[in-house]
């Protein structure tokens, strides 16, 4: 692994069963680099991209994670390694229902010994960059689906992440707003140099990217 | 554990919240009630006797009188001896010792119950002293008699009159209403002991069924150590032998054949039996709620939280629920007791202590003591209800949670 590399995993496979969703797939992010992982639906990207960001352990293989071999952590260990290092967005956002938006962003932080002052102060900062100070005290149910979005992004950056983690971030969003989520995940990638794994299975997303990564069948294809 | 968080959840989710926290009131309710009523009918099972200021009453069966003339013991209350009473007296838990002499007397033209009582014991018939609706009390080392309200009524006994009584005359210095005293150990007419014991070993007719000395008596009223009433019971009645009728709050609790009265052990069966019922529904209701949660918990995880503190979480919110559970019971039993303390119950008291003739019209009548039930939730009893609650609610919460927090993030949010 180079300096450079924040993330690597080599020889990764995954089986449920007989069936073998990732193949001995190696894949290295390096600082600061935005991939795309494309692919059609079930050819094993969302399962490669838990695999590398510690939500599931693989069957054979390493992860490494910022200079750490996370594959033989314990489950207590990767939550504490994804809460430092790690920020995660996902398709369907997966707010919290019954915390405004400020404690949705704030939500890593709730284990973390801290004011609540102080939390509300970071996620305040981060959902004003994300153009939503009007919206701290909403729940999610008062929100549009791109606002949603963008607090889930800002929650993904609260514990100032190396390497955020999104999977399908537009897939519920209709092609405007996707367009709007792609330009923030694009100016957080040039401004904040954050690392940023993408899974998308629209290739026209993926030119935003650094780097576009195909996958078919569990195995990268180029 | 996240205070604002828990807050939150709880509030927003109410449906929820209010599902959880009925179902196991209902449970600690039932808890409270039932023992609650069931402490209710014991302390209902002391009145009679308590109404004498004894813990305990003594008497022995003996011979039918012969004869239906002067003064006669009933068969139901025959001679207990001074010495038998002296050993008594020392047994472990007994306070103290009031005695009484019941006597039958049939004079030519009327029927006496008569009793003599101890005038300053305060244990015994002298509680009668409260009674005492017009006139006075027995004064000491006089000759003269109480009568009973009704009777005296009914036979047209005027205060300072003289009555005559086994050939022997007493001025009436008061009245007591009988319906206001004791259901055990009432008489038409109360005498000083001293006299009542004259009478009777004077009696050729009650000495030749149950020999009797002065000192002797056939009624006692025993004060003693609350945990040791049911042996001392046992030890009374082999210095008495078997015709002994020992009365104890615990005989009048199985006179009253309420379920409640029955046994501690029907009382603790059914308390289980609802702690269970709560235990289940907390149980039933929590896991319920946590299944519904499983992709949030997921989002945890997912977002750096472990496992601990997953289920201090969940486990927090469980306890104040529970909590709240375990006041709206109390509330709910609150509600209940008051509800409940207007019923009326009855408590027969046995033949055998009822002092009237069996043979006089409505004398085979039940005598009963009718009290309301004295329901009321000890503070306890609730503290005990409102702990379990938080008991329930950590378990619940800890164990539902240390379960539900095995769950790996990705099985629940990888099917966006």
Known sequence: ?222 | MNVRYMMKELYYQRRRTLMSILGLSIGIALLIILNSLSSAYRRAAHVPLQEIGADITVQRSGDVPKDLAGAVFPCSAVTIRKEEVEKIQKLSGVRGIGTGLLLWVFDPNRAWIVLGIEKDNSIGPSLLRSSVTEGRFLEDGKPEALVEQAYARQFGIKLNDTVSVADKKFPVVGFVDASRAAKIAVANVYLPLKDAEDMAASSKGLQSVSPYAPGDVNLLFIKADQEKITGLASEMKGILGNKATVATPESFLKLLGSLFALSDKFTLAASLIAIIVAVLIAFKTMAGNIAERAREIGVLKAVGWTNRNVVSQLMSESVIQCFLAGILGLLIALVASFGLSFMKVNIPIPWEMSPNPHFLPGGGDQVFKTLRLPVHVPWNLALFAILLSIIIGGMTGGLLGRHISKIKPSEVLRHD
């Not at chain 1, 293989?61 to 996370?70: A, P, T």
């Not at chain 1, 701290?136 to 963008?150: F, I």
């Not at chain 1, 996707?178 to 140099?193: F, P, S, T, V, Y």
């Open chain 1, 1 to 222: 692994m180079t300096k450079s590399t924040i993330l690597s995993g080599t020889d990764l496979s995954k089986k449920y069963g007989d069936l073998e969703v990732v193949k001995g797939v190696s894949l290295a992010v390096n600082e600061g680099e935005f991939i795309c992982l494309v692919g059609k639906s079930g050819c094993g990207k969302t399962t490669l991209l838990s695999l590398l960001s510690g939500l599931e352990k693989p069957t054979k293989g390493k992860v490494n994670l910022d200079g750490r071999e996370i594959t033989t952590s314990s489950e207590d260990e990767l939550a504490l390694f994804r809460r430092e290092n790690v920020g995660f967005i996902f398709q369907s956002f997966n707010l919290i229902p019954t915390l405004s938006a400020w404690e949705n962003v704030a939500l890593p932080l709730f284990p973390i010994k801290m004011t609540s002052e102080e939390r509300r102060k970071r996620a305040t900062e981060l959902l004003g960059k994300m153009e939503l100070g009007h919206r701290l005290e909403h729940l999610p149910s008062a929100l549009s689906g791109g606002e949603k979005q963008r607090v889930a992004i800002a929650r993904a950056l609260i514990n100032n992440p190396k390497i955020i983690f999104a999977d399908e971030p537009t897939g519920n969003l209709d092609s405007s707003t996707g367009e709007a989520i792609m330009d923030i995940l694009g100016k957080l990638h040039r401004d904040e140099g954050v690392a940023i794994l993408m899974v998308t299975h629209e290739a026209e997303l993926a030119k935003a990217a650094n780097r576009v990564i195909r996958m078919k069948d569990g195995e990268i294809v180029s």
